[in-house]
C-alpha cells in the first residue's frame, strides 16, 4: 500500500466524544477535529489506558458493503483489501476465499469505482496463474512515476510457507501474472506475507507478517519484520517491528496492516489474536513508535472488532482522497460468519 506522508491518514468513530488538545499528529485526526478520547460502544474495545487523544478507529455501524463474499456463511470471504488512487477513480485490489477444501484464496480481483463504494473489477487474476495453493492479501501500489504495483501473497502448494511476488504494469487492468517475480521467497524456516508498502523520502519501506515453519501446528504464529529497498524490488531486512505480547489479546501474532507517517512519528495499525482458534478472526490494535523496527502496542485488549460472531475486523486500509477525506476499507465478520469487505467515509 502506497502513502502518502504528507495528507493525513487515519480511522475515526465512536458514539461519545470529549475534545481535548491533541497529543499525536494530525495524521490520526479527523478532518473537522483536533482530536478525540474514546470511550466504549458495542462495535469496539478500546481498553482502560493506552490509547492517546486523537487515535481514530473504525466504526462499522458507519460503514456499507464494497464488495460481498463469494457465498454466505463461515469459511467464504471478501477481503484483504488495499487501496490507491488512480487518474480515474479508487482501484481495490482484493482476495476472494472459500473455504479449505474449496479452493481457500482463489482469486485476486481488481476493481475500479468512482465513488468508493460502487466497484466494478477490470481483472481477476486466479491462484492457478500465480502457481499456488492459495491467495492472501494482496499490495496495490502506485509509484512516484505513475506505474503500478500488485505484490501478491501466495501459499506453496503442499507447505505452511508464503511468498509475495511482484507484477507490475502500466495500468491496474494489465496486470499480467507471467510476468510475476519472486521478490519476498521467504525460506524453510519462514513464510512472508502481507505486506505493507510504504514510499518515503527515497527509500521503499515495508512491513510484512512473517510465519516460523519448524513446528507445522505453531506455523499460524506471526510476528511483523520491517525490510528496505532502494526499488521496490530487492528488500533487505532491517528487523522485527512488532511482536505478540504474552498473556494479552494479541500474543499468538501481530500483523500490521496499515501505517501512517508524519514527521518522525509512526501510527501502525495491526491484526492480532490470542490463540490458534482465533486463526482468520483476528481484531484491531494501534502501535506507534519512532523507529520503523521500534513499534510498541497500546493498551490491554483489541481497539476495534466486528459487533457479529467471532468480532473479526482485520486487514484495514486507508486511502486519503484529499482536502482532508479519506476512506477506510476492512474485511469484517457478519452475523452468519461470512467476511464482508467493508468501507467508511471520512
Known sequence: MLRSVTGPHGACGMT????????????????????????????????????????????PRRSVVAIEPPHRGAGYWAGAPSAALGDDGIYLAYRMRRPVGHGRGYALAIARSADGEHF??????????????????????????????????????????????????????????RRSQVVLPGDTKTAVKDPVIVHRDGIWQLWASCHPLADPDEADQMATDYATSHDGRAWTWQGTALNGRPGLWDSRGTRVSTVCYL??????????????????EERTGVATGTEPTGLSALGSVPFAQSPHATGGLRYLDILPLGGGRRRLYYEMTGTDGAHELRTELR
Open 16 to 59: 461519545r466524544e470529549v475534545w481535548t488538545q491533541h497529543t499525536l499528529p494530525r495524521c490520526c485526526l479527523p478532518s473537522h477535529a483536533r482530536s478525540r478520547i474514546y470511550v466504549y460502544d458495542s462495535y469496539m474495545l478500546t481498553g482502560e489506558s493506552g490509547l492517546p487523544a486523537g487515535v481514530l478507529l473504525p466504526e
Open 120 to 177: 466494478e473489477t477490470v481483472l481477476s487474476i486466479g491462484r492457478e496463474l500465480m502457481h499456488t495453493e492459495s491467495l492472501e492479501r494482496p499490495s496495490l501500489v502506485r509509484t512516484p512515476e505513475g506505474t503500478w504495483r500488485l505484490y501478491v501473497s501466495c501459499a506453496t502448494p503442499g507447505t505452511k510457507h508464503w511468498r509475495v511476488e511482484l507484477i507490475e504494469a502500466a495500468h491496474p487492468a494489465e496486470f499480467d501474472a
Open 263 to 280: 514527521g518522525e512519528t509512526i501510527v501502525a495499525y495491526y491484526d492480532g489474536r490470542a490463540s490458534a482458534a482465533e486463526n482468520y
